[in-house]
């Protein structure tokens, strides 16, 4: 893989998602540094796709820094909910941000529906500079459905109510290395890294 870049800011400040997306960027062997490391404030996020929110937040953590930035877009799509809480999942209950709230709001939401089917969705974007014309967009989904009450004490976000179907665990039952194989932000990665292997930069 060539190495266009020797650091990369990461344009998050969710703690979750910072600890999976730098596992995940292992195999570039470079310095991934968080935005707060810079003192890079939260980017706007007004925009109602996942797409055009990474791309505002990758070139907002890329202009504050001068360096590559790399930003995740992601949420919980509910069916019965017609995709909601979708991009406002990590402020579903409203501000403050709180999962604990979120997760009460989400079970409210679907008291009495028997349609609980869900998918977790990411995009990941990279951009080597705030002005990049050709980011690199990769995005994955992790289909599953919403449990009635919470189980396990892992993974941050809507993963103690979201089941995969696969192993039949929910999201905060799995072991750090299994979610990161399987999941919505594991499978973006895997794309993003394929991407990078074979990118050209003009």
Request: aromatic share 6%; glycine share 8%; charged share 25%.
């Amino acid at each position: 893989m060539p190495q266009l870049f020797k650091k990369l800011v990461i344009a998050s400040g969710n703690k979750g998602k910072l600890n999976e997306l730098q596992k995940l960027l292992e195999p570039l062997n470079i310095e991934v540094l968080p935005q707060s490391h810079f003192n890079v404030p939260e980017a706007e996020e007004p925009f109602v796709t996942f797409i055009e929110n990474a791309l505002a937040k990758a070139r907002h953590a890329s202009r504050l820094t001068g360096l590559p930035a790399l930003a995740d877009d992601s949420g919980i799509c509910v069916d019965a909910l017609q995709g909601a809480p979708g991009v406002h999942s990590a402020r579903y209950a409203g501000e403050p941000k709180s999962d604990v709230r979120n997760n009460e709001k989400l079970l409210q939401e679907l008291n009495g529906k028997t349609n609980r089917q869900a998918h977790y969705y990411c995009v990941i974007v990279l951009v080597l500079h705030a002005d990049d014309p050709q980011p690199l967009i990769a995005e994955g989904i992790w289909p599953g459905e919403i449990l009635e009450t919470l189980q396990g004490t892992g993974g941050f976000g809507y993963d103690p109510l979201f089941l995969d179907d696969k192993t039949g665990k929910s999201a905060a039952e799995l072991p750090p290395e299994i979610k990161n194989r399987i999941s919505h932000r594991g499978h973006a990665m895997s794309k993003l890294l394929q991407k990078l292997a074979h990118f050209e930069p003009n």
